[in-house]
């Protein structure tokens, strides 16, 4: 099939031809899935055409600020991986973690390895890593470290200094992945409804407590209270489905400070945080980093190319032999795309770069989306390249509407579902709009981002919303 530029209109074969293709395609989105298709993209730039309403088949130049949920940090097409896959290709190989392999060797080295980039908060005789293929599946590995940790493995039973520890804490709202082991650490019922969940008995059960994310109080006399009793924390140094929930200063520090005090591992699912926040990990204060036991990155790892996942963790964590061997730990040539990107994105700057214009970005989000339409958003947070627009009750009901005139003005959104109605008496948070643009995005295209947002909206309110 011939790709129209922007501006042209496909034909009616086509047309049909791309509608029963997607149909093809299990919908996770209970029929609401967009009724779009991206033809092909460069940069920040996805070409898209409609499949439905008046405009059916017209092909639109979309701008993209969310970057594939956030994963693809350097957009489209990026030159830099281009070379890294042909190179990659030519000469990684395949080797599984059964051998070593240079390309493998060369990421981590240039990581954690003595001069390494990382190495001032994962220094390589402390910590180990392991790689897999998904966010979910780093959690899940670092879910199973935390286990671990507390079972005598030769004999199969629970360490007596650890005995006691069967309680994991994770926080309302937050979301790490969708599979078996994950979704007891969620604590919205409609993530769990309908699915078993793990058995809680045995010797090697657990039980999850949820408290408000962000609440210091709340932190201090759960820790006094329960303490001696808790395996792990899991937490999102900035929560991303719950709404981009950005912890009071100095909440973070205190978590690690706790967790340090009663024995209890600190889990930081830095999943979506990962090169997004102005700084490579979220898990960082003024004072630098914040220390943990086990941290997970994901999406932007692979820049947008590869599928994968980092389990940092402490050496002393592991698992029994065998016990977390996979296919895709760390393959020569996700290595060399990782290893690729990240150079790059070290020697542009682009992580550091975010945090100001980040800040310039919620700037002009306040003033041009939120100020202009208060009947339809509320508050704007987020840092670095992770924002998000909280909606008003009025918007949250007319989402796929507001998303379509946003990508017919050119523009790219993805919605977050927001925390729900939270307990202990806090407010109802409403979905939040992301604005997660990809890390090459820069102030011109953030200025013209926010012109495209602002024109779609007025498109959703004259339309009668
Ligand atoms: C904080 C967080 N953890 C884990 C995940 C799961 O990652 P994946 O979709 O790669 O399995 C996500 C995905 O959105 C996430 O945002």
Redesign the pocket.
Known sequence: MKVPVAGETLGAGELARLRAGLALQMDHYGGGRLPFVCLQARGLVQHMAALEGPDAGRVVEVMDASGG?ASACLGAGHPRMQEALREGLERTGYVTDELGSLERILLLEELFGPQGRWADRFPGNAYHASGRN???EG?ELALRLVLESGFDRRRLVPKPERAERRTILAFEGA???WTQGLVSLLNRRHYRMGLPLPATEGPAGLDVQFLPFGEAAHLESFFAEHGRKLAAVFV?PIQ??AGILVPPVGYLRRLAALCREHEVLLVA?E??TFAKTGRFFGMTDEQGPIPTDITVI??SLGMGVVST?MVIARRELSVRSSGAVSTSDLRPLTSAVMRAGIQYIASEGLVERAGPLGEELRGRLRKDVVEVFPELFQEVRGLGYMNGIELTERSAGSLSKLRARLLEAGIFVEFMAGAGRRSRGLRYVFPAMRIAPPLIAGEADLQEMVARLQRGVRKFVEAGS
């Open positions: 949920y998904s966010g979910s959690l979301w790490h992945g999102e991303g489905d699912d999943v979506l994901g999406k996942s």
